[in-house]
C-alpha cells in the first residue's frame, strides 16, 4: 500500500530474489537476506591464496551457478534423462561450430565433441592418435597435478617444461618440439 505496488507483484519480486539466491523464505516466518560473511573478510585482508590448485570455495560463484543450473533443468527439463549422442547435445555443438567459424576455425559438427569435463576431454586427447603421429605429450611445470596423475596412470610418455614468472621459455618449446616425439602441449 505505502509504495502502491500489488500483493501479485510484490509477490513475484520475492520470488524473482529467491531464485537469484539474494533472499530465502522461511516457512510463517518471512523473507530473510542471504549473508556472505566469508567473503566481507577476505576482501578486508586482500590475501588471495596462490598455494592451492583448485579455488577457494568462498569465492566461487555457487548462487550464480545454482541460477544457471536451475535455470538449465528448466529449459531442459524432457531431455536430463535421456541418453544423448556421444557427441553431446546437438544443438550446442551446431552453436559452438558457429562461434568457431566467427574466429575462423572451421570444423565440421562431426569433428566437435563436448564432454562432461575437463578429466574426460584430456583423457580423450591424451589416448587418441594425432596426425603427426608422435606419442610424447609435453606438460607446463608446474602444472595441472590431475593431468600428471592421469599420464601416469595411463603410462603415457610425457615431458616437462619449467614455466616461470617470466612464462614458458618459447625458444625451448620449438626445440622440444623439434627434437622429441611431441604429440601435443598441455
Given at each position: 500500500?505505502?509504495?502502491?505496488?500489488?500483493?501479485?507483484?510484490?509477490?513475484?519480486?520475492?520470488?524473482?530474489?529467491?531464485?537469484?539466491?539474494?533472499?530465502?523464505?522461511?516457512?510463517?516466518?518471512?523473507?530473510?537476506?542471504?549473508?556472505?560473511?566469508?567473503?566481507?573478510?577476505?576482501?578486508?585482508?586482500?590475501?588471495?591464496?596462490?598455494?592451492?590448485?583448485?579455488?577457494?570455495?568462498?569465492?566461487?560463484?555457487?548462487?550464480?551457478?545454482?541460477?544457471c543450473i536451475n535455470k538449465?533443468?528448466?529449459?531442459?527439463?524432457?531431455?536430463?534423462?535421456?541418453?544423448?549422442?556421444?557427441?553431446?547435445?546437438?544443438?550446442?555443438?551446431?552453436?559452438?561450430?558457429?562461434?568457431?567459424?566467427?574466429?575462423?576455425v572451421f570444423a565440421k559438427?562431426?569433428?566437435?565433441?563436448?564432454?562432461?569435463?575437463?578429466?574426460?576431454?584430456?583423457?580423450?586427447?591424451?589416448?587418441?592418435?594425432?596426425?603427426?603421429?608422435?606419442?610424447?605429450?609435453?606438460?607446463?611445470?608446474?602444472?595441472?597435478?590431475?593431468?600428471?596423475?592421469?599420464?601416469?596412470?595411463?603410462?603415457?610418455?610425457?615431458?616437462?617444461?619449467?614455466?616461470?614468472?617470466?612464462?614458458?621459455?618459447?625458444?625451448?618449446?620449438?626445440?622440444?618440439?623439434?627434437?622429441?616425439?611431441?604429440?601435443?602441449?598441455?
Amino acid at each position: 500500500e505505502r509504495f502502491h505496488v500489488s500483493k501479485s507483484t510484490v509477490i513475484r519480486a520475492l520470488q524473482e530474489l529467491e531464485k537469484r539466491h539474494i533472499i530465502y523464505a522461511v516457512p510463517k516466518s518471512g523473507y530473510y537476506l542471504i549473508k556472505n560473511d566469508k567473503k566481507q573478510e577476505r576482501e578486508q585482508t586482500g590475501i588471495i591464496d596462490f598455494a592451492a590448485s583448485a579455488p577457494d570455495p568462498d569465492i566461487f560463484p555457487y548462487r550464480d551457478f545454482q541460477h544457471c543450473i536451475n535455470k538449465a533443468i528448466d529449459m531442459y527439463k524432457n531431455d536430463l534423462f535421456i541418453y544423448g549422442t556421444p557427441q553431446g547435445l546437438p544443438s550446442l555443438i551446431r552453436v559452438l561450430q558457429k562461434l568457431l567459424s566467427d574466429y575462423q576455425v572451421f570444423a565440421k559438427e562431426r569433428n566437435i565433441f563436448i564432454t562432461s569435463g575437463v578429466q574426460q576431454a584430456l583423457s580423450l586427447l591424451s589416448l587418441m592418435p594425432f596426425p603427426n603421429g608422435k606419442k610424447k605429450i609435453l606438460i607446463e611445470q608446474p602444472g595441472y597435478h590431475l593431468m600428471v596423475e592421469q599420464l601416469e596412470a595411463l603410462r603415457l610418455p610425457a615431458c616437462g617444461i619449467k614455466r616461470t614468472a617470466e612464462g614458458l621459455d618459447m625458444a625451448e618449446v620449438e626445440r622440444l618440439f623439434q627434437t622429441e616425439e611431441i604429440k601435443f602441449f598441455y
